[in-house]
Antibody, heavy 121, light 108 residues
């Protein structure tokens, strides 16, 4: 069974750095793109960016370019989302999700359980 | 503000048929395939419909999707209390996912 297991909730102060993870199992990590999706409190879903672990090709949504870094470690089948300097506005639930292509259809077919990031002084 | 417009809320009674719309333009829905996600309270989103009208394994056939022109719809027939959730339409545009604003479905 395909699984994406995310790291636990984090409480940080503004200006601190953070790296959260998404470890996958039961499929070939390097053969599928993985995306990160933000959900701010009480709000909708926003795609932040995606990475192809096979060659680390990474695409960012314009809203998140320069604000976060997406990376992957093939040796442990894990994708990461990191911030160098957190802001209170980064407080949100963050989901990783596997991207799949079926014919012309592209979609997120499996999701992690989410990592809650709280940034507060 | 998403380029994909959904009504913020919808409601229905058990057994009823409910539809949720997702409207866009020729540059998004009009030229891309639509997917739908269900997010039950306090849980991660789940893929409900992909490829405009395809159901993943395990999704009941009460759920159906369609696309016409610059709009898409999700229909839920035989509404059940456990269908109370947020529903999001989404497309894949220029290598990135784009979600609608979401519709909160209440089962009365």
């Amino acid at each position: 069974e395909v699984q994406l297991v995310q790291s636990g909730a984090e409480v940080k102060k503004p200006g601190e750095s953070l790296k959260i993870s998404c470890q996958v199992s039961a499929y070939t990590f390097t053969s599928y793109w993985i995306g990160w999706v933000r959900q701010m409190p009480g709000k909708g879903l926003e795609c932040m960016g995606i990475i192809y672990p096979g060659d680390s090709d990474t695409r960012y949504s314009p809203s998140f370019q320069g604000q976060v870094t997406i990376s992957a470690d093939k040796s442990i089948s894990t994708a990461y989302l990191q911030w160098d300097s957190l802001k209170a506005s980064d407080t949100a639930m963050y989901y990783c999700a596997r991207h799949r292509i079926t014919g012309s259809a592209r979609y997120f077919d499996h999701w992690g359980q989410g990592t809650l990031v709280t940034v507060s002084s | 503000q998403s380029v994909l417009t959904q009504p913020p809320s919808a409601s229905g009674t058990p057994g009823q048929r409910v539809t949720i719309s997702c409207s866009g333009s020729t540059s998004n829905i009009g030229s891309n395939i639509v997917n739908w996600y269900q997010q039950l309270p306090g849980t991660a989103p789940k893929l409900l419909i992909y490829g405009n009208d395809q159901r993943p394994s395990g999704v009941p056939d009460r759920f159906s999707g369609s696309r016409s022109g610059t709009s898409a719809s999700l229909a839920i027939s035989g509404l059940q209390s456990e269908d109370e959730a947020d529903y999001y339409c989404a497309i894949w545009d220029d290598s990135l996912g784009v979600f609608g604003g979401g519709t909160k479905l209440t089962v009365l």
